[in-house]
């Protein structure tokens, strides 16, 4: 079994914005490139063109339709990903000490090489964040691009999570979220971020952003009423004659 480290120098995670994200699943794709050309085992896929088509993804996205006490129903679109919790049960059940978390940043990854792919991680993760790839045999998950944010061969841009670069909607953000002066733990602060399942006790890193309160429309009020209005209340010149005719038909 793996131990988890006391304290971590650093909390690196992802900020991610409910109100902002569309759902375009540009994370998803990202993360499915990244991931099949760089570090570990390719992502793979099984009958990909096929009429039940699977494979493995470190990032999704869900779609959940919510109705609000007050107001319209909105569509909420929800991505999930390894959390890289502070009490990571997936680290210490792992029998063969292949999961870890990092001391230096707080990442938890995964050995590819001492992972037998029996899958406890899997059922101890309550976020259903870890996949087993089934052509290597190997339990894989979201490495916030470890190979990127270090990789001093890249634009100073380009070195955050491939989701986080990706993003069209500026929805995803990475820093240090152990740090209270960071961009992303200010952000926290001002938009009430929040745990996902903190009942759970695992004290996850990433934080969402709840939606913001939605304009309302009053239910009286027609918006379209000023466009339908009539042009004339009496018909005039050919389409009176028109109206006319029709009537005698």
């Not at 938890?108 to 790839?133: K, M, Q, T």
Request: hydrophobic residues 35%; aromatic residues 6%.
């Amino acid at each position: 079994m793996t131990s988890l480290p006391k304290t971590t120098d650093r909390k690196l995670g992802l900020v991610i914005d409910l109100d902002t994200c569309v759902g375009c699943h540009a994370c998803v794709i990202s993360c499915k490139g990244w991931n099949t050309e760089n570090y570990g085992a390719p992502l793979s896929d099984q009958n990909p063109y096929g009429a039940d088509p699977s494979g493995t993804f470190l990032n999704r996205v869900h779609s959940y339709e919510v109705q609000p006490d007050q107001g319209h129903a909105q569509l909420i679109h929800f991505p999930k990903s390894c959390l890289h919790c502070e009490d990571a049960p997936c680290v210490t059940v792992c029998p063969t000490g292949a999961s870890y978390k990092r001391s230096e940043d707080g990442i938890v990854l995964v050995n590819e090489s001492d992972c037998i792919g029996c899958g406890l991680c899997a059922w101890s993760c309550p976020y259903g964040a870890r996949e087993l790839d089934l052509a290597e045999g190997v339990m894989k998950k979201c490495t916030l691009c470890v190979d990127r944010i270090y990789n001093e061969n890249l634009p100073e841009v380009d070195r955050v999570p491939s989701c986080v670069r990706t993003c069209p909607a500026g929805a995803r953000h990475f820093g240090d979220l152990g740090d209270p002066n960071s961009a992303v733990s200010q952000l926290v602060a001002e938009r009430g971020g929040m745990d996902l399942m903190p009942e759970m006790g695992t004290k996850p890193v990433n934080k969402y952003l709840p939606p913001r309160p939605k304009d309302r429309i009053e239910d009286q009020i027609d918006i379209l009423a000023p466009l339908l209005a009539p042009v004339a209340e009496e018909p005039k010149g050919f389409i009176a004659w028109l109206d006319k005719a029709l009537e005698k038909l």
